[in-house]
């Protein structure tokens, strides 16, 4: 397997189901399917969504070239996340909350249109998550059902949302705690590298106990990823980054780093990258390019 | 039948839903299911899930105490068109869209806590709908799927979101046209209470041909609900309305009033309320309640 090559057609497929799967910018409200699609189109590595695709592969052993029969395909399911992660930019980029003028290089939603559109973009989005879902997966509504249910947990005022609430009161406070900070990853980033593997796993027809494996690799892919993220922000440049960097250190915001340090937090991450490796062997079939997108996130602060 | 007791017997049975099917004030992050039940309990008229329970019960044929063998209990599709409802009216309520201070006799989420937290709790609203559908209806799969579908779909960018969108854009001229005012009605409000309907003969297993004249009484009944509150903001008070009134004509807003007049207005609505009525005449069943509902509303403005 070439690592990169196989990157590269799952990101492509990403991009066509984004295309494909959310409406025309024509569409009536134009201003708002354009908001919707500015923000996707953004760009990103569409972590999650890969995710989703390489996860289903696993299990299904296909790409979407040879879908057994039986088996649904995952893209819309990719789109689905892709679209709900985006919505948590936009909403967190508001004034309100983070108040970013920058994001994956371009202008936020809220400076490029205004306050209002960004709101129901993003609402709209997070709506158009489910929506594909239900439509998508409808000839086998068992695992529509379980879909939606990973999503909406996930996504939800315990885990992502929550995640997020916290963080923004920790903020308020220069002394977070450890404890704090823990259930802020854990919520407001694992919660959805979770819920990809879980939905790819789902859709490949993966058994519970695998169901399971997923669930703990992905937290320890998403508290790697995290950790990685507030590495980075204290040691790379905005241009780097594609968004402003140094904020935490900025707003004295707690964060592995501020907490641990540099170092101590890149063993962690490290730590963490590896025990997601360690739980992903324990699946049946081929988890080389899962294990080589840990790998190559990893470097990033090597 | 008497109208006022049955009224009453739904409306409680929602308020305790309400209270069953959402997360406890004090659960993790607090400040965020707080203001999420803040918003839930500030009360209001629960047409959206009454409508739903009412529905239900003219096919299942049953209240809850005895639900036939194999139907599903509607009740927490009602309080998840509800937790749907009360997001739209928090992000509606903030200083980026209506920037209301008052709601249902009550400071707006954002004036109680800030907008920070209003807009997650209104994010958070939204995500736990559609986690209620696919948890509770999970033994129902295909019922799940369909309800995710409904409410995804009349919440969404072209029908709900797209109407608050629309509305928007027309606020900022004085002169919006009848076609746009249309169009904002038939989705700001009318998405939602045909989906109401049609939730409610999903669960009590109404056929195909029933469930459209369902989305068709929904959609008479929405016009002249929207209609009607139109005339109530331009004709009652404050107190009366638990909400600010007179706020139309301040702001210069195109509605059927300022379009038609009110008198032109009125007639409007008891067109729409008898098209409404009319369609629930084709259904099987008793269909009194919901027609004594509907001349309830109608009686507001006679």
Known sequence: MDFASELKRHVARVERGLDQFVPRANTRPARLHTAMRYSLEAGGKRLRP????????LFSGSDDAALPAGKADALAAAVAIEC???????HDDLPCMDNDDLRRGRATAHKQFD???ALLAGDALLT???????ENYAAQPQLATALVR???DAAGSRRLIGGQMEDLLAEKKADATADELEFIHLNKTAAMIEAALVMGGLIGGAK???IATLRRAGRH??????????ILDATADTATLGKTAGKDAKADKTTFVKLHGVDAARSIA????????????????????????IDTMAARIS
Request: hydrophobic fraction near 50%.
């Open 50 to 57: 890969v995710l989703v695709l390489a996860t289903t592969e």
């Open 84 to 90: 709900l992660h985006t919505y948590s930019l936009i």
């Open 115 to 117: 306050e209002a559109t």
């Open 128 to 134: 158009h998550a489910f929506a594909l879902l239900a």
């Open 150 to 152: 990973a999503l909406a």
């Open 208 to 210: 519970e106990g695998d």
């Open 221 to 230: 892919l998403g508290l790697a990823f995290q950790i990685i993220d507030d």
């Open 270 to 293: 490290h730590e963490n990258s590896a025990q997601a490796k360690s739980a992903m062997k324990n699946l049946e079939g081929e988890t080389v390019f899962l294990e080589s997108l």
